[in-house]
C-alpha cells in the first residue's frame, strides 16, 4: 500500500495541476478563484487507484473530473432571484462565463482520453446534479428524507455514477455518505453564525417551524445516521489508505450532535 506522505504528495499535485489549468488572468481581475476540494481529489485518487490504471491515466481522470465539479461550483456562486446593482453585474456575468469556460477544459480533457464510455458516465453525472438542483431551489421536495437525498445527489451524483461504471459500488457508497455529511456540516455552520441557509430553509418550509433548537435536533437525527453509516463503511474496508481513512474520522468527529455540544457549552 502507498504510503500516507506519498498519497499527500501525489493529492498536492494533482492540485496544483487542477488550479494550473484553471488560471486565467482576466477572471482572476473580477471573481474568487474556483475552490478545489481536496476531499473529492483523495476520493476520486482512492477510486482510481483501486483500478491499477496507469498513473497518467488515474491524472487524467481525476483533472477531468474536478474540472466538472468546478464547474459546476462555479455556477452556484451568481446568486438565484436577487436583484443586483450594476456594480456587481460584471463579476456575476464572468462567474457564469468562468463556469463555462471550466466547463469547456473538461471537455477538452475527456476528448483526450478518448473514452467514451467516461464521457456518458460525466455527463450523466452532470444531469442528475443539475436535476437535483432546480428540485431544490424550486422548493420540490415535500419530505425531509427527499430533501437529504436531494442534497446528496448534488454532492456526490458524478462520483457515484463513476464508481458503478467501473463496477466498484462501494465507492459510491461510501462516497455519497462522506460528501452529504461534509455538506451537513457546512450547512449546520452557516446556519449558526447566519441564522439561515439553504438546508435548515428547506428544513422550515417542510416541517412548518423554525425553533433552532427543533430544526437543530432533526439534523442531528438524521447527521447520526449518516455518521452511522460511514462508520460501518469504514470498518468494513480495512485496505482503505490510510490518509482517507484519517479524514473519515475527522469528519465524524466534526460531526457530533450539535444539541450535545450546546449542553456543554452551556
Request: with cysteine.
Amino acid at each position: 500500500m502507498i504510503e500516507v506522505q506519498d498519497i499527500k504528495k501525489l493529492i498536492a499535485d494533482l492540485k496544483e495541476q487542477i488550479e494550473k489549468k484553471t488560471k486565467h488572468s482576466y477572471l482572476q481581475k473580477y471573481i474568487a478563484s474556483p475552490i478545489i476540494d481536496e476531499d473529492k481529489i483523495l476520493l476520486l485518487y482512492s477510486i482510481y487507484e483501486e483500478l491499477q490504471i496507469s498513473r497518467e491515466q488515474l491524472q487524467n481522470y481525476v483533472i477531468t473530473t474536478m474540472l466538472v465539479h468546478i464547474a459546476l461550483d462555479t455556477h452556484d456562486t451568481v446568486p438565484k432571484n436577487t436583484i443586483i446593482s450594476s456594480k456587481s453585474l460584471k463579476s456575476q456575468q464572468l462567474s457564469v462565463l468562468a463556469g463555462d469556460y471550466f466547463s469547456g477544459l473538461y471537455y477538452y480533457f475527456l476528448a483526450e482520453t478518448d473514452d467514451i464510455m467516461l464521457i456518458r458516465t460525466l455527463a450523466e453525472g452532470i444531469k442528475d446534479v443539475n436535476e437535483n438542483k432546480i428540485s431544490l431551489y424550486r422548493n420540490d421536495p415535500e419530505h425531509v428524507d427527499k430533501l437529504f437525498s436531494c442534497i446528496e445527489k448534488i454532492e456526490s451524483a458524478i462520483i457515484s455514477k463513476i464508481s458503478n461504471r467501473f463496477q466498484i459500488s462501494k465507492w459510491g457508497y461510501l462516497a455519497s455518505n462522506f460528501l452529504l455529511l461534509k455538506r451537513l456540516i457546512q450547512e449546520r455552520e452557516q446556519f449558526l453564525n447566519k441564522g439561515c441557509s439553504l438546508l435548515f430553509d428547506s428544513l422550515k418550509r417542510i416541517l412548518g417551524k423554525d425553533q433552532e433548537t427543533y430544526l437543530l435536533n432533526v439534523y442531528d437525527r438524521y447527521t447520526d445516521h449518516v455518521r452511522s453509516i460511514i462508520e460501518k463503511v469504514l470498518h468494513s474496508n480495512p485496505n482503505m489508505n490510510e490518509l482517507l481513512a484519517t479524514r473519515i474520522k475527522e469528519l465524524i468527529f466534526n460531526s457530533g450532535s450539535i444539541m450535545n455540544k450546546i449542553v456543554e457549552e452551556g
